[in-house]
Structure formats: structure tokens, C-alpha cells
């Protein structure tokens, strides 16, 4: 490992392979790299808490977790890993096969079904097959472009009934980043417009809170549920 992998910060690291990434027209190879780097001891994992996020175990802290549940852009696994210590049968995606391979070697045994997929391009049996979604700082993770269809796809793997619960940092009102702008992000926070626009596809929105968090970005934290098949108004 050189000197500059171990001084370099991991935000700005990031920011650094993303911008290789955004320059060859590949907007989200970057995180493959990240993870095959931190295999290799070369670079950090800039979101590795060691933990299950806090607003997350908060929010489940309130509810029966069960069913079929998904995670998406798991990252690390320890959101993944909370949700099935709870009885669920989880399912768990990343682009980067590297953070598969990461999270099945640090969990081993687990009851997590860990898999390669892109959530630009999701396996079509998973629409609308989740009793619980957990999004949490993924979509705000690609450029600007891409959060309609990354938010449309997260939408639809909700099945009827089941519930959506979203976490990003939140945009300040006069937040400019851009894919144009490698220098933006990530992250590419969202904004409230951004945070309301997952009601779609019969998903409505049951509370959006904006939370204090560590600067310079609060969190948005989102519930949405879509009603059961056949149900009334």
C-alpha cells in the first residue's frame, strides 16, 4: 500500500474514482473499483460504519420486521445483516461483484442471500416482490440523471402491501451538483422533490422527516407504502 492510499481520505478517494468513472461514460463502475481497491487494502470503504445505519434500526426499533425484505446497494451488509438477525428473509444487491464477495466473507454463514444485480436493470422478478424495501444512500450515490430511473426501479420492487423506507443525506435548497460536475459528488444528496418523487407507481408517502445529522448534510427519512391488492380508497 502506498502512502498516498493511506493519507488519501476516503470522501475524497471516492470522488476521485467516480470522476474516472463519469469521464468514460460508466456512471456507476466506479463502485466496483472502490470495493476491489478496499479488498485489496489499497482504499476504504467511505460509508463503513460497522454498524446497521442508526435511523434504520431506529425506524425498526417501532415494528414488526418480517417477510420477504430487500436491500438495496447493500454496501457493507450490516443493514442487511440487522433486518435478518430480526427473522427476515433477506435479500441483499450490490453492482460491485467485490462487495458480494466482501460481504459474504465477513458474514459468513449468514442467512443473507447476497447477490450481484444493478439497480438500473433489476432482475424482473423482483417487481413488486418485497413485503420491505430499504433504500439507504444509494440513489443519491449516481449522478443527478440517474435518480428518476434508479427512484422508479426502487419503487417498483414494493409488492402490495409492503412498505419503502428511504435514507440520503438531504440537498441544501441551493445545491447545483450535476453529472456535468464530477466535482459535486458523491454523494449527489436529494432533494425534498427528489425524496417525494418514490411515491410513484401506487406507492404513497406515509411520513418524510428531515433529521439532524452530521454537516453539512441533514438526512432525509421516508416511509412509503403501497396498499394491498383489491384494496379500497
Do not use: K, N
Not at 414494493?158 to 460536475?181: N, Q, R
Not at 454523494?187 to 418524510?208: I, N, Y
Amino acid at each position: 500500500m502506498t502512502t498516498e492510499h493511506r493519507t488519501e481520505d476516503p470522501d475524497e478517494a471516492a470522488r476521485r474514482l467516480a470522476a474516472v468513472s463519469l469521464a468514460a461514460d460508466d456512471p456507476t463502475g466506479w463502485f466496483e473499483r472502490l470495493y476491489a481497491a478496499a479488498a485489496d487494502g489499497a482504499a476504504v470503504v467511505p460509508w463503513d460504519r460497522g454498524a446497521p445505519h442508526p435511523l434504520l434500526v431506529e425506524w425498526a426499533a417501532r415494528r414488526e420486521i418480517g417477510g420477504r425484505v430487500l436491500v438495496v446497494g447493500f454496501g457493507t451488509g450490516f443493514d442487511a445483516e440487522f433486518l435478518a438477525a430480526g427473522g427476515a428473509a433477506t435479500t441483499a444487491f450490490d453492482i460491485s461483484p467485490s462487495a458480494v464477495a466482501a460481504a459474504r466473507q465477513r458474514f459468513p454463514g449468514s442467512s443473507v442471500d447476497y447477490r450481484t444485480a444493478d439497480l438500473l436493470a433489476p432482475p424482473p422478478q423482483w417487481r413488486h416482490a418485497f413485503d420491505l424495501v430499504v433504500e439507504s444512500m444509494t440513489v443519491q450515490s449516481m449522478p443527478p440523471a440517474l435518480h428518476p430511473p434508479a427512484t422508479a426501479s426502487v419503487a417498483g420492487f414494493v409488492a402490495p402491501g409492503g412498505t419503502l423506507l428511504v435514507i440520503a443525506a438531504a440537498a441544501s435548497e441551493d445545491d447545483t451538483g450535476s453529472i456535468g460536475d464530477a466535482g459535486a459528488g458523491p454523494p449527489w444528496p436529494l432533494s425534498r422533490a427528489e425524496v417525494d418523487a418514490f411515491a410513484q407507481d401506487g406507492l404513497v408517502a406515509v411520513s418524510v422527516e428531515s433529521l439532524a445529522s452530521v454537516p453539512p448534510w441533514r438526512r432525509w427519512r421516508a416511509e412509503f407504502r403501497r396498499e394491498q391488492a383489491g384494496a379500497t380508497p
